[in-house]
């Protein structure tokens, strides 16, 4: 079993992780840290990048106005887009 790595609390309240162990996570500067309280200690998790959401909350963004349309009439937008940009 290799030694235990230590770090010091600074005065600012922060503590540099060791090296090692940022670069085994792929923990960059400026990474997200979710800090949670265990009975051994604290425990530090990369946040998701987005808060989690059901899809009855994101729903509503799907919305638009007017009548819906098939994924066909979309392609064909797509590509008459395409055709357009391109005898431009």
């Not at 079993?1 to 600012?12: D, I, N, Y």
């Not at 960059?28 to 990369?46: H, I, K, N, S, Y």
């Amino acid at each position: 079993m290799s030694k235990p790595l230590t770090t010091m609390l600074s005065t600012k309240g922060q503590v540099i992780l060791p090296k090692v162990l940022r670069d085994r996570r792929n923990w960059a500067p400026g990474v997200c840290l979710q800090v949670e309280e265990t009975e051994d200690g604290l425990l530090l998790r990369r946040a998701p990048l987005f808060e989690p959401t059901s899809i009855e909350e994101v729903f509503a963004v799907l919305k638009r106005p007017g009548a819906t349309v098939s994924l066909e009439e979309m392609d064909q937008a797509v590509l008459a887009e395409a055709a357009r940009r391109a005898g431009d």
